[in-house]
């Protein structure tokens, strides 16, 4: 279904982005960092990092940052690193002081880096200040997003409900996950007006499209060769 819709979405003049949201830990924090590859290599290293996060067993509840960058540090300029929005390390490290802690290292590992601002409805989040200084202080380009988790506004409602179907829960009960206003996804106006404080946050989308343009190819299924007995398969 990905590379179906991939190849959809970039007929229509959409450019699709290969990459991986991967949830890191960073000193006595997790949070989630999300990853563009610009080119088959950057790719490639990012697929040994999300292999080794989904198949061996952490010491600890999620890696290390410095253990994903020893993986693919040949290759992290090869990388766009966007610093994850309302989940990701620097907004969750904003209140013990880790941003510049966190921007430095990505810096200093080769990454192409970004200080990822999200705003989605309302006011924008108390940590978002500290991100924001944090990466005008180091010189590090901001990036604007929003959170999309239903197509329109029309659609809560039955958001609501799929969470309700998911969580296996009824409307009725107080204690159930329940969808938010304003996470459908946002039109070009609703973002300029978003982000009208930072047009550069808002220019600098089309900077990672344009850098991100590497798309997977369709390449046949590769078996793990394993051992068996004589006479078995």
């Known amino acids: 279904g990905v590379m179906t819709n991939a190849k959809e979405l970039r007929a229509q003049g959409v450019q699709p982005l290969a990459g991986a949201t991967l949830k890191l830990r960073f000193k006595d924090i997790s949070g ?3 990853f563009y590859a610009k080119t088959q290599s950057g790719y490639a290293a990012l ?3 999300a292999n080794k996060i989904n198949t061996v067993e952490s010491a600890q509840d999620h890696f290390a940052l410095a253990e994903i960058i020893d993986i693919i540090a040949a290759r992290a300029s090869e990388i766009i690193v966007m ?3 309302l989940n990701g390390l620097a907004y969750r ?7 510049t802690d966190i921007l430095k290292t990505l810096v200093d590992a080769g990454f192409d880096t970004y200080a990822e601002v999200e705003r989605n409805s309302g006011a924008g989040h108390p940590a978002e200040a500290h991100v924001i200084a944090a990466a005008q202080d180091a010189g590090i ?3 604007a997003t929003s959170r999309a988790a239903y197509a329109t506004p029309d659609m809560q409602d039955a958001h609501d409900t799929f969470l309700c179907i998911a969580s296996k829960t009824y409307k009725a009960q107080a204690d159930r996950p329940t969808s938010e206003a304003g996470l459908h996804i ?9 982000f009208k404080d930072l047009p550069n946050a808002l220019s600098n989308t089309i900077e990672i499209a344009k850098k991100a343009t590497f798309m997977v190819e369709p390449v046949q299924p590769h078996t ?3 051992p068996t007995d004589a006479g078995t398969t």
């Open 32 to 34: 989630d960092l999300v």
């Open 47 to 49: 697929l040994a990092a």
């Open 83 to 85: 610093t994850g929005g």
């Open 93 to 99: 490290g904003a209140d013990k002081g880790y941003v």
């Open 141 to 143: 380009p901001l990036v």
């Open 186 to 194: 946002a039109t070009p106006e609703e973002m300029a007006e978003r």
């Open 224 to 226: 793990p060769a394993y």
